[in-house]
């Protein structure tokens, strides 16, 4: 677990109303899901980019007024909603209901003078408010709320989960506290939105789009920002038809291939970035990556943001986990409980390696929760016969058809509790033939693995590609005894009965305790193997035989 600040509620503003009104409640209410109407992903996008269009972000003096302050920005225009954050400073986001008043705004605005430097005059949405006469404003100034943009420290969680009342509250408040709040999913598509304006000096039309766990349903507070830069919504003016003999053709500059192309844009836009991108810092060109990046700090929001460019596929496959995020509430209270397993255990880390990623980690998640029964989660195949002519959609030869509508997909029948479901997974994948079998949520069944790689777990789209090919044996193998003991804590657990007024870490706190994990990962390397063995075999002698899996993970 990272040590990390204490959320810190945001009364008083629109924003925190909005939050409260927000999905998900962190109900333990199982399969009946509310049949309150559910967004599309590409309404959430549209109305998110519109929102961050009418929104600027502000360096504040530490003694600004609030009042004094919205009172000066409504001169421009009334104002939809604002919030405060500290991150290297005071820093507000104000969204105006009009995008008119931020041009307003950039009219009134000045370039500074910077005595023995120079500024690159650049007309962004990021500005610097200073005070005329700071004695006129210290006097009356009541503490401003700041939404604060952090996790929970860990030891913070674990007085949450200590004092949950059962497993699967533990779970649901383990989700609320971890779960993007609506003014950090504001700020990360204003992050975005900031980048578009600087890409647009190149590519005027461009779009920026956020994708990956800030819109996918499973972003954590604190998860890295990834986006893309789309060149093809330039092409769409093309689109009307034109009339007569001629046809108009740009003149554009051609190179060898497509990746050449992205490598050259990717390139400049990291050079604008660097030299014109207020806030933006640490800007690292990695193109020879498979798939060309430019990786930067955004200092304001504190996001480490990763653009690529033309990434429609990963577009697709952020509004399919979306799907399966928003299908079902059982769902990202798992994942978010398996991901913060998993990093409390370092299965996964930050720095890139031979780990587990969040994202296999998702797959497996939706993957154990299609193989229930009743199934929690359709297949992805299912999700395509549902879908209607506007949804076909085909990306460099890979068909990514899916239904869009979420509220025309039947909810599950399934209401296993958190609980169950928790247990069920570690042993599920405890006993999971790695060795032979891959993961695919297209089919919602194991398939005979294409390649020899120590996990497999297909793309869903590009069905040739591993998503985990970076995993190494030592480290499946980690998991896979992690996963046998977590589901042996449990099984005890159950068994004795722990009273939770006996001040130990039980259920879900309990699993994320590290000596669970020194027996395996640090321990003597010969006995690791045997005890991983051992606990499997008493697991399954205490099961009664109609709640047992085979090693393919099937059950019995
Ligand atoms: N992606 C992919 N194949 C991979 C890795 C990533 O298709 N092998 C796509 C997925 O759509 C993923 C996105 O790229 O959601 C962003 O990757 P990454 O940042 O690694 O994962 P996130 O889902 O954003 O999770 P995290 O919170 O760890 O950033
Ligand atoms: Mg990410």
């Excluded at 939809?80 to 041009?103: D, I, P, R, T």
């Excluded at 204003?190 to 005027?204: H, K, M, Q, R």
């Excluded at 996964?348 to 998640?365: C, K, Q, Y």
């Excluded at 395509?384 to 029948?413: M, Q, V, Y």
Aim: glycine residues 4%; charged residues 25%; positive net charge.
């Amino acid at each position: 677990l990272r040590p990390i600040h204490r959320l810190l509620s945001c009364p008083g503003t629109a924003a925190a109303d909005a939050r409260r009104e927000r999905q998900p409640s962190g109900s333990t209410e199982t399969g009946s899901e509310e049949r309150t109407p559910k967004k599309r992903f590409s309404e959430v996008q549209k109305e998110r980019r519109e929102q961050a269009q009418r929104t600027i972000l502000i360096l504040c003096p530490n003694k600004t007024s609030e009042k004094k302050f919205l009172k000066y920005l409504s001169q421009h225009g009334p104002i939809n909603n604002h919030f405060f954050f500290e991150s290297f400073g005071l820093y507000a986001v104000v969204e105006f209901c009009q995008k008119e008043s931020v041009a307003s705004l950039q009219n009134l605005t000045r370039t500074p003078s910077m005595g023995t430097e120079a500024a690159i005059p650049f007309r962004s949405r990021f500005f610097n408010l200073k005070l005329k006469n700071s004695s006129d404003q210290t006097s009356e100034q009541p503490y401003m709320p700041r939404c604060n943009q952090s996790p929970p420290s860990s030891k913070k969680l674990f007085e949450l989960l200590c004092d949950a009342e059962s497993i699967d509250d533990q779970l649901n408040t383990l989700l609320k506290e971890f779960q993007l709040t609506e003014e950090n999913t504001k700020l990360r598509y204003l992050t975005c939105s900031l980048i578009e304006d600087i890409a647009a000096a190149y590519f005027p039309g461009c779009a920026v789009r956020p994708f990956g766990s800030s819109v996918n349903s499973f972003g954590k507070l604190g998860c890295d920002l990834d986006m893309f830069l789309a060149l093809d919504e330039i092409g769409n003016f093309n689109a009307h038809k034109t009339s007569g003999n001629f046809l108009m053709e740009f003149q554009v500059k051609n190179v060898p291939s497509e990746r050449i192309a992205t490598q050259k844009i990717l390139s400049v836009i990291g050079e604008c970035l660097d030299n014109f991108g207020p806030g933006c810092v640490g800007v690292q060109k990695i193109l020879n990556a498979r798939c060309p990046l430019v990786r930067f700090s955004h200092q304001a929001s504190g996001f480490q943001c990763d653009l690529t460019t033309n990434n429609r596929i990963a577009l697709k496959s952020s509004e399919l986990l979306y799907i399966y995020g928003t299908l079902d509430s059982r769902v990202r209270a798992m994942v978010f409980s398996i991901r913060c397993w998993a990093r409390a255990h370092s299965l996964t880390s930050s720095i890139p390696g031979a780990w587990i990623t969040n994202f296999s980690l998702t797959m497996m998640v939706i993957f154990f929760l299609q193989r229930r029964s009743p199934p929690i989660l359709p297949t992805l195949d299912y999700l395509k016969t549902l879908a209607d002519a506007e949804d076909k959609c085909i990306i460099e030869g890979h068909n990514c058809t899916f239904i869009s509508d979420l509220n025309r997909i039947e909810p599950s029948k399934n209401t296993e509790p958190l609980e169950l479901l928790l247990k069920e997974f570690f042993e599920f994948f405890g006993n999971f033939a790695f060795n032979k079998n891959s993961i695919n949520i297209r089919q919602g069944r194991e398939q005979n693995k294409p390649e020899s790689s120590p996990l497999h777990i297909q793309n869903p789209f590009e069905t040739s590609l591993n998503i985990s090919k970076n995993v190494s044996q030592s480290q499946l193998q980690k998991f896979v005894d992690l996963a046998r003991e977590s589901a042996w804590i449990l099984h005890q657990e159950e068994k004795d009965h722990p009273s939770p007024s006996s001040n130990q870490p039980w259920g879900l706190a309990a699993l994320l305790l590290p000596s669970i994990a020194k027996s395996t990962s640090h321990g003597k390397k010969k006995r690791k193997k045997p005890a991983s063995e051992r606990i499997k075999n008493l697991l399954e002698s205490i099961k009664s035989p109609e709640n047992s899996t085979n090693t393919n993970g099937k059950r019995t």
